[in-house]
């Protein structure tokens, strides 16, 4: 396999010697994480050196998520690109600027776990306000069908008809058909006949 390195010189390498160099890249990469160890590169004029600063630029496919999830110390990465620009690479030779940022790198490793647990709180409590806005609207949803169904069904009355939500009852029970007023000759014939029915009837109950 060919991979490109330093001054763009090309070099053949065993699957032995990849493995070999993929864990010296990595070591490396990860001691960039340390200020003072960039001061001690800075002192000794290494940041100079052209094929060393295309080294750091060959050295960033560590970002790659393919990587990165292999490092235990990522803030090394935020040191790799801050190594890309001259005039980091100039300033980091002074002690009192290398001081200064390794200070900020503790300060940042001491509140990084209290700020991580709150953040993961946050998020928590978030969630469950959710899960609770969430389970009062299933209950008021199932209170609302509940009530809407008892409206909807029917009662029954003392007199055996039923009442509807609307107030209107339908009745049980045969109601007696009442008299149509009509001609004053078939009302006076319907008495006829109604007197000779109840004579029929005496008849023969004797």
């Not at 090309?10 to 864990?23: D, F, Y």
């Not at 928590?124 to 809407?148: C, F, R, S, V, Y």
Request: aromatic fraction near 10%; include cysteine.
């Amino acid at each position: 396999m060919a991979k490109m390195y330093g001054k763009g010189k090309t070099a053949i390498e065993s699957e032995e010697l990849q493995k070999r160099r993929w864990q010296i890249e990595l070591e490396f990469v990860q001691c960039l994480s340390n200020p003072n160890y960039l001061n001690f590169l800075a002192q000794r004029g290494f940041f100079k050196d052209q094929s060393f600063i295309n080294y750091l630029k060959y050295l960033q496919y560590w970002k790659e998520p393919d990587y990165a999830k292999y490092l235990m110390y990522p803030m090394c990465l935020y040191f790799l690109d801050l190594l890309q620009y001259e005039h980091f690479r100039r300033e980091i030779v002074n002690s009192q600027c290398c001081k200064f940022i390794d200070d900020q790198a503790i300060l940042q490793w001491q509140h990084y776990t209290r700020k991580r647990i709150k953040l993961i709180e946050n998020v928590t409590a978030a969630q469950q306000q959710q899960q609770q806005l969430q389970q009062q609207q299933q209950q008021a949803n199932g209170m609302e069908a509940a009530t809407g169904g008892d409206s909807a069904a029917p009662t029954p009355n003392v007199n055996g008809s039923a009442s509807t939500a609307d107030g209107q009852q339908t009745s049980s029970a045969l109601q007696p058909v009442q008299a149509q007023p009509g001609n004053p000759q078939q009302q006076q014939q319907q008495q006829i006949n109604g007197l000779a029915s109840g004579a029929n009837i005496k008849l023969e109950l004797n």
